[in-house]
């Protein structure tokens, strides 16, 4: 039975009806329109922290790819084999850490909505007493 059907039967039932349903309609276009603005909001919202997270990502890779330069221009006259392949040790360790908890952060399940909202008591049996 669907939405119309329940609309039409409340017209038939009432002399009212019909403003009842057009009114009933009107709201749940309204909500619906809300809910589309607020995801938008949202999406917006979400793609402009990305975008300045990818700003920042960038920035920190200049710097690192700076700051080894100047490692490497320090130790040039001594020890430039030791500290290249210690540099780029570090790198690869921490490269290979970030891809392994990336790795796991995606294994993971996202959190349904549902299990929460059984654990809700539901007030239409407690508002009978």
């Not at 392994?100 to 508002?127: C, F, I, N, Y």
Request: with cysteine; proline share 2%.
């Amino acid at each position: 039975m669907g939405l119309h059907t329940v609309l039409r039967l409340l017209a038939e039932i009432f002399p009212s009806g019909k403003r009842l349903a057009a009114n009933c309609i009107a709201m749940f276009q309204i909500h619906l329109e809300l809910c589309v603005l607020q995801w938008l909001q949202e999406k917006r919202r979400m793609l402009d922290a990305l975008f300045l997270l990818s700003l920042a990502w960038l920035f920190l890779m200049i710097g690192f790819l700076l700051l080894t330069a100047l490692v490497l221009v320090l130790a040039w006259d001594g020890h430039r084999l030791f500290a290249m392949a210690t540099l780029g040790s570090a790198y690869l360790m921490v490269g290979v850490c970030t891809a392994l908890w990336a790795r796991q952060m995606l294994g993971r399940k996202t959190v349904s909505l549902e299990s929460p909202l059984r654990s809700v008591p539901d007030r239409s049996s407690s508002s009978s007493m």
